[in-house]
């Protein structure tokens, strides 16, 4: 267990592979990060605090409505079909923006590894996409 009481001690008894310490230690840094935030966030201006709690509020609104209406997806698929990406070398088209995917919520790529063979990257095509 855990001692949970203000100025408590306790004592970690792992064996030597077992990954406890770092993950404790881990711990230990998460509990005091939690501790930083909440802090901050009573320190805050009431109205600044407000305007971050109206803003999360649209974003988490905005992305739920996103996933429930796959009429949204679509769209922005078609809006990216036809809009071309051209090198940045020479202004040759490169691609259609509807080829790229995301990945992991944040990267786009281009899935065809012969994209990458021909953009001279032919090293990085060899490499599977997670």
Not at 75 to 84: C, E, H, N, P, Y
Not at 86 to 108: T, V
């Amino acid at each position: 267990g855990r001692a949970r009481a203000e100025g408590s001690t306790y004592t970690l008894v792992a064996g030597g592979k077992s990954g406890a310490g770092p993950r404790e230690e881990n711990n230990l840094y998460k509990v005091e990060m939690m501790h930083r935030a909440i802090e901050h966030i009573q320190n805050m201006p009431v109205d600044q605090y407000e305007q971050e709690i109206k803003k999360r509020q649209r974003e988490i609104y905005r992305e739920q409505r996103f996933r429930r209406n796959p009429k949204i997806k679509e769209r922005k698929l078609a809006a990216a079909s036809g809009t071309f990406l051209h090198c940045k070398k020479c202004n040759q088209k490169a691609c259609d923006a509807a080829e790229l995917r995301l990945i992991e919520g944040a990267h786009h790529v281009h899935p065809d590894p012969e994209f990458l063979r021909a953009a001279g990257k032919a090293d990085a095509a060899d490499e599977p996409l997670q």
